[in-house]
């Protein structure tokens, strides 16, 4: 299994420019999330979904919109970018909501000029 | 909604000592308590779990302990090891319900361990 793969592993983007960062997990995982990770913020949750077909908001979702039309792929795409979405990005993936893991992707590293 | 805190934010050790890294919730719902080791340019990788029906689960060097009456929980690293150096993160997770956020997980911000020869 590759488990949670994630495209690209950097991106610099201009300020209104959108883009869709690519995760896909072979795990046959129900569960996918996706998560951002800035210096001294730790770890907050963007959006998840619980099945395809199903998502939801998460702490930060503004500025971001996913969709789930299979179970493996869970794509993350940012509608006009801005500064403040420079961070690195994880998606993750879990067979349910009731552990283990999360098991999370390498990261996009995004940088918004 | 929960709350994590983890302590210290950083930890410095000699090679072949233990090391310990603390964290606290405020959710007596949550039932299920992941630990996490990042290195740099990594993502999270998921090292040791507990459910909240067990107080302590071990493997190999790594063994994390559970106080439901407290509610912390903790990761003990013996005989550490220069590899052993990188970010930890503590997580809880447990059902709040459907308008509480389901099967959210929750974070601590974070310990930099750091192993010296």
């Known amino acids: 299994n590759a488990g949670v793969t994630q495209t690209p592993k950097f991106q610099v983007l201009k300020t209104g420019q959108s883009m869709t960062l690519q995760c896909a997990q072979d795990?046959?995982?129900?569960?996918m999330s996706w998560y951002r990770q800035d210096p001294g913020m730790g770890l907050r949750l963007i959006h998840y979904?619980?099945?395809?077909?199903?998502?939801d908001q998460g702490e930060v979702p503004n500025g971001y919109n996913v969709s789930r039309s299979t179970t493996e792929d869970f794509p993350l795409r940012l509608l006009s970018a801005a500064p403040s979405q420079t961070s690195v990005y994880f998606c993750?993936?879990?067979?349910?909501?009731?552990?283990?893991?999360?098991?999370f992707g390498p990261g996009t590293r995004l940088t918004v000029l | 909604g929960e709350n994590v805190e983890q302590h210290p934010s950083t930890l410095s050790v000699q090679e072949g000592d233990s090391a310990v890294i603390k964290c606290t919730y405020s959710d007596s719902a949550s039932n299920y308590f992941p630990w996490y080791k990042q290195e740099l340019g990594k993502g999270p990788q998921l090292i040791i779990d507990i459910r909240s029906n067990v107080g302590e689960k071990k493997d190999q060097r790594i063994a994390v302990t559970l106080n439901k009456t407290a509610k912390h929980f903790s990761l003990h690293i013996t005989e550490t090891q220069p590899e052993d150096s990188a970010v930890y993160f503590c997580a809880a997770k447990g059902w709040r319900g459907l308008t509480g956020g389901g099967n959210k997980l929750t974070f601590g911000t974070g310990t930099q361990l750091k192993v010296e020869l």
């Open positions: 979904s619980v099945g395809a077909g199903i998502t």
């Open positions: 795990m046959n995982h129900e569960y």
């Open positions: 993750a993936s879990s067979l349910s909501g009731l552990g283990p893991g999360p098991f």
